[in-house]
């Protein structure tokens, strides 16, 4: 049976990029902070996009965009209507990910200068494309005078939303798109990715501790679901302040329970494997540790805020503390079934 290993690889990687993206968001917030008093940072967090974008395709870009997006929501969000929490948080960064449909023709030329003109367009293309998002919930949600910025109060509402969001924006694709010039001068390998194909035995017989781990997976993340699901609609309230509607929730409470609903789907899927007898563990802990990874570096994020804003980082030190322990567990049992998995195909191909 042939079978690739680019489909795990490219889970993990839409994780781990995901979570880098998202602290490299959470670092820009603190460094701009109080420059754009109505949201906004000078930033390159990106990259991360783009990164994955011309690793994977644009798909696992808009995905990767989309998971740094419900961080995002997790975090710092402030919510007016549901639209506003699509084009403020949910959408941009996944609309970077259109940029990386120039993969396409980076891929195809060897000439270093025509590559480096495509993953520029990409960056501008994908920065545009943010930047209309945020745009488009400013004309609409935020086309109150009296919130302006700047002492801009005179200015007529679609000139200011316009001159608000490039001025972090702009910025914000020129470095970037800065940043991934050097990265590909310095690191070019790091843009492209080599299809692993591999010839791997067929499994007469399945192994209890397939069913016992995912098992686990599966009731481990129906709990922090279920657990973790009503603590946050407990702490969901909405109040007006000012004659607008704002939103209160516990960011932890929801980021929990989405990487907890990824687990379920992961026991799942590896269930259905295990049935159809195509189950392979360096799968299920692969993205058993993406996840955990996820959560790790978001944790370290919100150290970060914590410290900045003076508050007790009690609970995220305990966080991190059991996230590494985790982490490194399923570390070592990704090495054991990668290990075991590269000896069985060898045996394989050697009786063949």
């Not at 997790?74 to 609309?95: G, W």
């Not at 490039?166 to 390998?189: D, E, M, Q, T």
Request: net charge positive; glycine share 8%; hydrophobic share 50%.
């Amino acid at each position: 049976m042939i079978k690739t290993s680019n489909y795990i690889r490219t889970i993990c990687e839409i994780g781990m990029f995901a979570a880098i993206g998202f602290v490299l968001d959470e670092l820009q917030g603190i460094l701009s902070k109080g420059l754009f008093i109505n949201g906004g940072s000078i930033g390159f967090a990106m990259i991360a996009v783009i990164i994955i974008g011309f690793r994977r395709g644009w798909l696992p870009a808009i995905l990767t965009g989309l998971i740094m997006g419900l961080f995002d929501i997790a975090t710092s969000a402030y919510i007016i209507h549901p639209a506003q929490l699509f084009l403020d948080y949910i959408l941009p960064y996944a609309f970077v990910g259109l940029g990386c449909l120039f993969k396409i023709p980076f891929d195809k030329t060897d000439d270093k200068k025509k590559k480096i003109m495509w993953l520029s367009i990409a960056t501008l293309v994908g920065g545009i494309a943010k930047f209309f998002s945020h745009y488009l919930a400013g004309v609409i949600f935020w086309s109150d005078p009296s919130g302006f910025a700047w002492n801009l109060t005179n200015v007529n509402v679609y000139l200011y939303c316009f001159i608000y969001n490039i001025a972090f924006i702009g910025p914000s694709i020129i470095i970037s798109g800065a940043l991934l010039i050097l990265v590909y001068l310095r690191v070019p390998s790091i843009f492209n990715v080599n299809s692993i194909k591999t010839e791997e035995p067929q499994r007469d017989n399945l192994k209890i501790f397939d069913y016992a781990f995912n098992s686990t997976l599966l009731v481990g993340g129906l709990f922090c679901f279920i657990w973790y699901l009503i603590d946050y609609i407990k702490s969901f309230a909405i109040y007006k302040e000012n004659g607008t509607i704002d939103y209160s929730f516990n960011p932890d409470s929801m980021l929990i329970f989405i990487l907890a609903l990824f687990l379920i789907v992961l026991a799942v899927l590896s269930f259905i494997r295990i049935k159809k007898g195509k189950y392979s563990e360096l799968f299920g802990s692969s993205v058993a540790l993406s996840i955990i990874l996820m959560s790790l570096i978001y944790d370290i994020s919100r150290l970060i805020r914590m410290y900045v804003k003076g508050k007790d980082p009690k609970i995220y030190w305990i966080w991190f503390i059991v996230a590494i322990v985790i982490s490194l567990l399923f570390a070592r049992i990704v090495i054991y079934f990668a290990v075991n998995k590269k000896k069985e195909i060898n045996e394989s191909n050697q009786q063949a």
